[in-house]
Structures are given as C-alpha cells and as structure tokens.
C-alpha cells in the first residue's frame, strides 16, 4: 500500500504558498491600478496649470477706463465749427508735456468734426485741457496652487508604493495702482474767459494701472475718452483699449 500523506502534505503547502504568492501579486497589481490613477490626476493637475500660466502669457494687455460724458444738444451741430485746444491751467500752457498731448487732442477732434484752427483769436470753441494722476491705491492678491511631494513604488512582498503628501502653496503679491485721468471740456469760445463760460460738452476718462505716469497710457486713455464721441450723455462706460504694455 502507497504511503500518501506525506504527499498530500506537499500538495497541499505547495498550493497555500502559490495562493499566498497569488495574493500578494494581486495586492500590488491593485496598488500599481492606484498609483496609475493617482499619476493620472497629477497629469491632469499639471496640465491644467501650464494652461494657466501659457493663456496668461499669451494674454494682451489692455488699459481699462471708465468715461464719463455729459453735453447739450449743441453739441449735434459742430461741423465745421472751428476750436482750439488749451490747458485749462494756465501755467500748463507752455509746458513740454501739454504741448506733446496737444496735436493729440487736436486730430481727435478733427476726426470728429470740428475745424480745429490754433491761429484764431476766437474760435467758436475752446477745449479746455486737464490730465495727471490723482492718487494711488495698493491692491493685493493671493492666490493658491497645488504642492508636490515625491513619487515613489515600493515592489516586493508585503510591500506597497508611497506617495509624496499634496498640499497647497499660498503666494500673495501687492502692488500700487495709480488713477490716471484726462478731462476736456469744449467751452463756447466768446466765454471762455468769463467767470461763467458756457460748456457744451464735459468728458472725463479715469483709469487705474500699474504704470505711475500718465505719459505711458496717455493715447490709450485718449482713446477711450474719443470712443463714440460724444459717448453716453450723463452716463460713465467702461473701455478697454489695447496695450502694448509699456509704460514710457
């Protein structure tokens, strides 16, 4: 007779260390699935952020203004009527700043209608020039993005991979921002030199950026203040107008 204990033992601890082994594999194919999935949003995480970062770069910059306008019905019949351009201060007349932003104001007004004529002694209209920077703000910003640790897979039995900790980073910045204005009010020439001159038209155009001098943005806010002249009677609008981002 055939002595098979001993045999039925092996078969038997052959079968339970092939089972363990089984397991062990489909514990870290199951960790491996895990980890892929935990890579895979990582991927998608980061994809996202260089997004960010290339739509931001690729972004033109804009000067924005808000434009108030108010004026009478006269202001509908201009053609042809001649003005000239001054600065509503006196002792801005002859500086070298007006006297760059003048010829200006001159053409937009041109394009508009008016006969602008800088020799007559009394043009039907005045425009009467004021601009500068009133004040600053400070502004501020935080914002948050995601904090990587490091990756790593641990491989053999009853080991498992490790994950670097995901967290967030905060990054607040804070800058000046600075109220640059040009206001122009058309005045009936005969007046202008009266306590009481009578306007016909008041327009301002007010924006706060980063660059402190209105030198740098001055064609831009002009162009925003000229935007479907006469613009909105009684009304402020906000404009923005193309930049090339330099402020000199």
């Not at 260390?17 to 998608?44: K, T």
Request: charged letters at 20%; glycine letters at 8%; hydrophobic letters at 40%.
């Amino acid at each position: 007779m055939v002595n098979t204990g001993l045999c039925e033992t092996d078969i038997n601890s052959a079968f339970n260390v092939a089972n363990v082994e089984c397991v062990d594999h489909v514990d870290n194919i199951r960790r491996l699935v895990r980890l892929q999935i935990r890579w895979s949003y990582l991927m998608r995480v980061l994809i996202a952020i260089f997004a960010c970062i290339y739509l931001a770069a690729c972004a033109k910059p804009e000067i924005n203004a808000n434009v108030t306008t108010f004026y009478t019905p006269e202001l509908s019949s201009i053609a042809g009527k001649t003005i000239a351009v001054r600065a509503e201060s006196a002792a801005n007349e002859t500086s070298l700043e007006f006297l760059n932003y003048r010829p200006k104001i001159a053409r937009k007004l041109d394009f508009v209608g008016f006969d602008v004529r800088e020799d007559l002694a009394d043009p039907d209209y005045i425009a009467l020039v004021s601009y500068g920077v009133d004040g600053t703000e400070q502004r501020s910003t935080t914002t948050a993005s995601p904090a990587f640790g490091g990756f790593g897979l641990g491989v053999g039995v009853g080991r498992s991979p490790f994950y670097g900790s995901v967290g967030r980073t905060y990054n607040t910045q804070t800058w000046s921002e600075y109220n640059r204005y040009i206001a122009i009010d058309i005045v009936e020439g005969g007046t202008a030199q009266s306590d009481s001159p009578v306007r016909v038209y008041e327009g301002r155009a007010q924006s706060a950026g980063r660059c402190p001098t209105l030198a740098g943005v001055f064609d831009e806010v002009l162009d925003a203040l000229f935007q479907d002249f006469p613009g909105a009677n009684g009304k402020t609008v906000f404009v923005s107008i193309p930049w090339d981002g330099s402020c000199e």
